[in-house]
């Protein structure tokens, strides 16, 4: 009986000490569906580590005249919403290229090009940094030859919502629900985002692997390009 009532004390323990495991390893990854019904897990998944007070989101709104009419020299960090993506196309004449990128990648190069490329055949375009590191930003910006080199970044306003990755996503989702009903969370490895209201935005197809190329013919593609 000693022995019975001993085991039956454990077994509380026995029991919460995997329900505990099982919460901290949950904590550890996050689980994202794609549109083919099946399920990615993203282990140990990269968090913004600087949360933006209200007044810093109002200190350093988006502002459309430096957007436009960007100065070089005194660049400035700006949190863009995807409300500002609107207000960017209500004011031009063609779709919008949103350039996504994560400064503290070790090469971004890939990002830069498509930039450069969007001001050479002059499509209008906004580069948009998924997490809040401005001296990671300068050191990329410093010699990308960029007209536009106002730092523009996605903020993190609460714990909640300052996974890296959920932040592009959901700013996708945002500007553009039927991506997300067609692509659903396969958005968070998109870097390219054509922001349109006369058609139907979209996202660059999954396979680049990094390819400059890729992306270029993209681009040119969505935004008829002349054949060179």
């Not at 080199?149 to 945002?174: A, E, G, M, T, W």
Request: glycine share 4%.
């Amino acid at each position: 009986m000693s022995n019975h009532r001993k085991l039956k004390n454990k077994l509380p323990g026995v029991i919460l000490f995997p329900a505990v495991a099982l919460v901290l390893l949950s904590s550890c990854f996050k689980t994202y569906h794609l549109s083919n019904g099946e399920k990615y897990r993203n282990f140990r998944p990269v968090k913004d580590v600087y949360i933006v007070t209200e007044k810093e989101l109002d200190e350093h709104k988006f502002d459309y005249g430096s957007f436009e009419n960007p100065d070089t020299i005194n660049t400035v960090v700006q949190f863009v919403t995807p409300a500002d993506i609107v207000q960017i196309s209500d004011s031009i004449k063609r779709d919008l290229l949103v350039i996504f990128y994560y400064p503290n990648c070790k090469n971004i190069n890939l990002e830069l090009a498509m930039a450069r490329f969007a001001e050479k055949n002059e499509i209008p375009y906004i580069l948009i940094s998924d997490t809040y590191s401005p001296e990671r930003t300068q050191l990329w910006f410093a010699n990308s030859g960029l007209k536009n080199q106002n730092h523009y970044v996605i903020p993190s306003i609460n714990k909640k919502n300052r996974l890296v990755l959920c932040k592009k996503r959901d700013f996708i989702k945002s500007c553009s629900p039927e991506c997300y009903d067609l692509l659903k969370d396969e958005l968070i490895h998109s870097t390219l985002f054509r922001f349109s209201k006369e058609k139907n935005s979209s996202t660059e197809p999954m396979g680049g692997y990094g390819r400059v190329e890729f992306y270029t013919d993209w681009i040119k593609q969505e935004f008829e390009l002349p054949s060179e």
